[in-house]
């Protein structure tokens, strides 16, 4: 069973940058790609970002491309995502997925929240 730890959420002033940190736990578990979703209050889960494990391909929503970037560790099974320019609409509960590209998406994690004050 899939076991995602995320950590890095937190408080930034708009304009700020923060960092989080997706790892599948056992360190077993490898799909084609893992990444982001959040889910601003009222509003449906959303994808962020997407990365492969297999040429390190990147894929990004149009809300954050360019500001975003998303890194992949193969030997730790974790996937980073730094996030720069944070704006208060990013502000939300971001979730790691272990097989973000899928369709459904593969297992969640526990969710961190990501607050940009303006």
């Known amino acids: 069973q899939v076991h995602l730890v995320e950590s890095g959420g937190g408080l930034v002033e708009a304009g700020g940058s923060l960092r989080l940190s997706c790892a599948e736990a056992?360190?077993?578990?490898?799909?084609?790609?893992m990444g982001w979703f959040r889910q601003a209050p009222g509003k449906e889960r959303e994808f962020v970002a997407a990365a492969t494990w297999t040429g390190h391909s990147q894929y990004y929503g149009d809300a954050v491309r360019g500001r975003f970037t998303i890194t992949a560790d193969d030997a730790n099974l974790t996937i980073y995502l730094q996030m720069n320019d944070l704006k208060p609409e990013g502000t939300a509960v971001y979730y790691c997925?272990?097989?973000?590209?899928?369709?459904?998406?593969?297992?969640w994690g526990q969710g961190t929240q990501v607050t940009v004050t303006s």
């Open positions: 056992g360190g077993r578990f490898r799909t084609y790609a």
């Open positions: 997925n272990a097989d973000a590209l899928s369709s459904p998406a593969g297992a």
